[in-house]
């Protein structure tokens, strides 16, 4: 049986058993080995979906662990951000020809939040801005590459991490992009300004125009 199928198992085991229950009762009604059931409900407390605890009522000795599911709703099954990345962008998008600003407003402010300033009256040069500037697009997944010398032209995006959003939502997706770059860039005080974002600018890849910020 697959892990992930035994665990939603397990995790339904919990639920019904009307209280704390051990590795062993776990082992014995699933058919499993001992470390087999404490690997999987060890796992279920690791991603939130269970508890772990010492019963000191089970008697003499050293007192068992026991587990019993995490209040709440059931963590587990599947996850669909996708559709709801869809629903949100479509509202958007019949919003009108504002929607594209608004979306790069939202970018900006979470490019702000995302980026580590420097510390006080500590100035970026242009090759520590564009260091800093890839390494986030590179944290986020765009993996990014410079693209030109000392002063760099543009950064070449050669992934998207949100492709299929973007193709099917460009006007609001790309928006946010070139809003993320700029608000790292402002928040890092860096000499550098995200001019415009040119999307599949090139087969396998978008660009990044940049400027010197005081031509911006």
Known sequence: ????????????????????????????????????????????????????????????????????????????GVRRYRLLAQMLLSRLVSAGPGAGEDAREAGRTWGRHLAEPPPPYRRLSIEEATARLTALLDELGFAPEPVGD??????????????????????????LHLGLMQGALEELGAPLAAARLEPFAEPDACLAHLQRADAA
């Open 1 to 76: 049986m697959p892990e992930r199928s035994r665990r939603r198992e397990i995790a339904r085991l919990l639920r019904e058993a009307g209280g704390p229950v051990g590795v062993a009762e776990v082992a014995e009604r699933l058919g499993v080995h001992a470390n087999t059931a404490r690997f999987h409900l060890d796992a279920l407390v690791a991603q939130g979906a269970a508890e772990r605890r010492l019963d000191e009522s089970s008697g003499p000795g050293r007192p068992r662990t026991v587990y019993t599911p995490r209040p709440g709703m059931d963590r587990g």
């Open 150 to 175: 000392a002063v760099p032209e543009a950064i070449r995006l050669r992934h998207c991490p949100f492709l299929e959003l973007a193709e099917e939502y460009g006007p609001i997706v790309c928006p």
